[in-house]
């Protein structure tokens, strides 16, 4: 949920979650009690009552973590959200796909909508290499280990990043942001000691 909300800001459609058309973030940060779309209340902030069933963070911890992930940077990986109609199939490269600022960024073809952003402009000063390089980016974006890892910790909601940055994200929201492997944890062989 935070990963999509941040979309709009990451394409430089929009400068801030508050500025982000057409996100459950926005609504939440405008609307806090009256949710313009159906979406999942959060939960109360103490001594606020209960609506029903809500996610398990209050509004200003989930309001810390879109701030917190916004912030983080995978230095070297980009152009995955320019690849994901590629990952379901809806196309074989990315710049087939009509909505993806990959066809400005990696064609230079004509798209009012998408703003140069300045990791874009920082490729190259001439504009045919900056190209060029974005297309190499997006042809060595992810490997299918990192991405793999980075869907684990998204099923399990979890924070993706380093040690510091889940301790982090845990000290703001309370809540563990760790992964764990799926499954119990394996039982100490006999003779091991517990303690």
């Known amino acids: 949920m935070v990963y999509v909300d941040l979309n709009p800001i990451r394409a430089a459609m929009a400068q801030t979650p508050e500025e982000s058309d057409f996100t459950s973030v926005q609504d939440r940060i405008r609307r806090p009690g009256r949710l313009a779309v159906p979406l999942v209340p959060l939960a109360p902030a103490e001594g606020e009552e209960s609506p029903g069933a809500t996610l398990p963070i209050e509004r200003e911890s989930y309001l810390e973590l879109v701030e917190w992930t916004g912030r983080a940077v995978v230095h070297g990986k980009h152009g995955s959200i320019e690849l994901n109609p590629v990952r379901a199939r809806m196309v074989n490269q990315a710049t087939q796909f009509l909505w993806s600022s990959a066809r400005r960024n990696a ?81 100490a062989s006999r003779g091991q000691n517990l303690h």
Do not use: C, W
């Open 107 to 187: 064609l230079g073809q004509a798209d009012s909508v998408v703003t140069p952003h300045a990791t874009y402009l920082a490729l190259s000063d001439d504009a045919s290499n900056r190209r060029s390089s974005y297309l190499a980016m997006l042809e060595e974006s992810i490997r299918p280990d990192e991405l793999t890892t980075i869907r684990e910790h998204t099923r399990q909601g979890k924070a993706l990043g380093s040690r510091r940055f889940q301790e982090q994200v845990e000290e703001l929201t309370g809540r563990s942001a760790t992964y764990r492997q799926p499954g119990r944890p394996r039982r």
